[in-house]
């Protein structure tokens, strides 16, 4: 597509319930990321692939976060048991190369994806 | 781990005042990309400039300029004669393998 697509935008769901959280990337991007964006705060990095391979899940908070990306495109982010403190924005970026910073390939961001948890 | 740090967490001047948004990075790589986003109050993430570490050249665009001191591990965003629409949050990030973000500078440019 021509940029990050993701989706829900809003997502209000209540706590103890599990929530996927999708993006798609631009076409032909290779490197996925997803940042988690608290209010005032700046955006917090989770986890990233290059094609379909994770390469870094560190940032995830615990086991309740998982991330998959099967065929190299779509990324799924999936809360499991969602509690109160995982309200925040979900961010997508995507760069047409691994290198993120070297030549053209720069991250480019999706509108988010608002979870609130009650 | 690499580190971005964005100490000015507010910042407020006038129309036309000239404005400097410090970042401050740790890293143990030689090879490094820094980068300054712009987050209006619309909440998307815009994209401003990206410097590779072996570039100290400091860049101007329009209003925009940016000074990056590797002695320093400094790069700094300068808006001259700053105008309203300048208002937003500004983020400083780092990559080496990933990408990380600093907190953010809240920048408000009063009429």
């Known amino acids: 597509g021509a940029g990050v697509s993701q989706s829900p935008r809003y997502k209000v769901t209540k706590r103890g319930q599990d929530v996927a959280l999708r993006c798609d990337p631009i076409s032909g991007h290779v490197s996925l990321y997803w940042y988690r964006q608290a209010l005032g705060q700046g955006p917090e990095f989770l986890t990233y692939?290059?094609?379909?391979?994770?390469?870094?899940k560190s940032g995830l908070p615990n086991d309740r976060f998982s991330a998959e990306r099967p065929e190299g495109s779509i990324s799924t982010l999936t809360i499991q048991r969602t509690e109160q403190r995982d309200s925040a924005m979900y961010r997508c970026a995507s760069s047409p190369s691994t290198d993120v910073g070297s030549g053209a390939n720069v991250l480019t961001f999706g509108a988010g994806s608002r979870l609130t948890v009650l | 781990a690499q580190k971005v740090t964005q100490a000015q967490t507010e910042i407020s001047v006038v129309e036309k005042e000239d404005v400097t948004l410090d970042c401050v990075y740790e890293t143990r790589d030689t090879t490094y990309y820094l980068f300054w986003y712009k987050q209006p109050p619309s909440g998307e993430l815009v994209f401003l400039i990206r410097r590779n570490s072996f570039d100290e050249q400091n860049e101007i665009s329009g209003r925009y300029s940016w000074n990056f001191q590797k002695s320093t591990s400094s790069f700094n965003f300068t808006i001259t004669a700053s105008q309203v629409v300048d208002s937003a949050v500004y983020f400083c990030a780092l990559s080496e393998e990933d990408m990380r973000f600093g907190a953010g500078t809240r920048l408000t440019v009063k009429p």
């Open positions: 692939f290059n094609y379909e391979a994770q390469q870094d």
